[in-house]
């Protein structure tokens, strides 16, 4: 019975750091992604974002899960609460992290992407009493110390970097923490925050700030793309949160940026 249980552990894992790597590996093209998009508004961008990933995901919820599936994560107590809060947390990282790119801050943006890792390293050592074996130490320390090199370098304190680095490893310890099935996270992450989201769209639309008055036809076809392209990546990094350490993921993360 422990062999078995030592296998389904170790197969889990395996699934969780795989996950892990296509998910750093996916973030680390799309600022190419993002690029093409300009000179689209990053607010307007973030708005539609969350749209068609809410929408995508739920067509693919209700037909993996059905309505009955759907349904089954709110009964989960306060998970209401934390589904809007990741959902704000991300949300906040998205207009955040496209602003940075589409503003010419592509420096400090991947300094936060190097930073972020510690600090999902240290959440993990902190908030979920996570220990560090001699190897992940020494991945640790070592980045640390360039990262270290990397900001006396910059000259000043990355404040939007250190904002994009923070926001993101408190949503993964949201994602370790409700340890919720990827999709239907997302769905949740999404669906409660459509009541703001949808009239902000339509009177961007109406007042010829949207897509539809900035964008060429080719870009609108472009940004259809961004609910795939979201959950893709973030489905696979709830994958990896919920089967291997905060310090294993975040590590793993070093190889997005």
């Given at each position: 019975m422990?062999?078995?249980?030592?296998a389904?552990k170790k197969?889990e894992y395996?699934?969780?750091i795989?996950a892990?790597?296509?998910c750093?590996?996916l973030w680390?093209?799309l600022?190419?992604?993002?690029k093409l998009?300009?000179?689209?508004n990053?607010?307007?961008?973030?708005l539609?974002?969350i749209?068609?990933?809410c929408?995508?995901?739920?067509v693919?919820?209700?037909?993996f899960?059905?309505w009955k599936?759907?349904i089954?994560?709110l009964?989960?107590?306060g998970?209401?609460?934390?589904?809007?809060?990741?959902g704000?947390?991300i949300?906040f990282?998205w207009g955040l992290y496209?602003y940075m790119v589409?503003?010419?801050?592509v420096?400090?943006?991947?300094i936060?992407?190097?930073?972020?890792?510690l600090?999902?390293?240290?959440?993990?050592i902190?908030?979920?009493?996570?220990?560090?074996e001699?190897?992940k130490?020494?991945a640790?320390?070592i980045a640390c110390?360039?990262?270290?090199?990397?900001l006396?370098?910059?000259?000043?304190i990355p404040v939007?970097?250190l904002?994009?680095?923070?926001s993101?490893?408190v949503?993964?310890g949201?994602k370790?923490?409700?340890?919720?099935t990827?999709?239907l996270s997302?769905?949740?992450?999404t669906v409660f925050?459509l009541?703001v989201v949808?009239?902000?769209?339509?009177?961007?639309?109406?007042?010829?700030?949207?897509i539809y008055g900035?964008?060429?036809?080719?870009?609108i076809?472009?940004?259809?793309l961004a609910?795939?392209?979201t959950?893709?990546p973030?489905?696979?990094?709830?994958?990896a949160?919920?089967?291997?350490?905060m310090?294993?993921l975040?590590?793993t993360?070093?190889?997005s940026?």
């Amino acid at each position: 019975m422990n062999q078995i249980n030592s296998a389904n552990k170790k197969r889990e894992y395996k699934k969780g750091i795989g996950a892990a790597i296509l998910c750093a590996l996916l973030w680390g093209v799309l600022p190419i992604y993002w690029k093409l998009l300009r000179p689209i508004n990053p607010l307007t961008i973030m708005l539609y974002r969350i749209l068609l990933l809410c929408l995508l995901v739920f067509v693919i919820d209700l037909f993996f899960y059905k309505w009955k599936g759907i349904i089954t994560p709110l009964k989960q107590k306060g998970a209401i609460r934390v589904f809007l809060l990741a959902g704000a947390v991300i949300s906040f990282n998205w207009g955040l992290y496209i602003y940075m790119v589409n503003a010419g801050f592509v420096i400090q943006t991947s300094i936060g992407y190097y930073i972020e890792p510690l600090v999902i390293c240290i959440f993990g050592i902190v908030f979920f009493k996570e220990t560090l074996e001699k190897y992940k130490l020494a991945a640790f320390l070592i980045a640390c110390a360039g990262v270290g090199v990397m900001l006396l370098s910059y000259g000043e304190i990355p404040v939007m970097a250190l904002c994009l680095a923070i926001s993101f490893a408190v949503y993964a310890g949201i994602k370790k923490k409700l340890q919720a099935t990827a999709l239907l996270s997302l769905f949740y992450e999404t669906v409660f925050l459509l009541p703001v989201v949808i009239p902000v769209i339509i009177y961007l639309e109406l007042t010829g700030n949207g897509i539809y008055g900035v964008a060429e036809p080719r870009q609108i076809g472009i940004l259809c793309l961004a609910g795939v392209v979201t959950a893709v990546p973030l489905s696979l990094f709830s994958m990896a949160a919920n089967r291997i350490s905060m310090v294993a993921l975040g590590i793993t993360e070093y190889l997005s940026p």
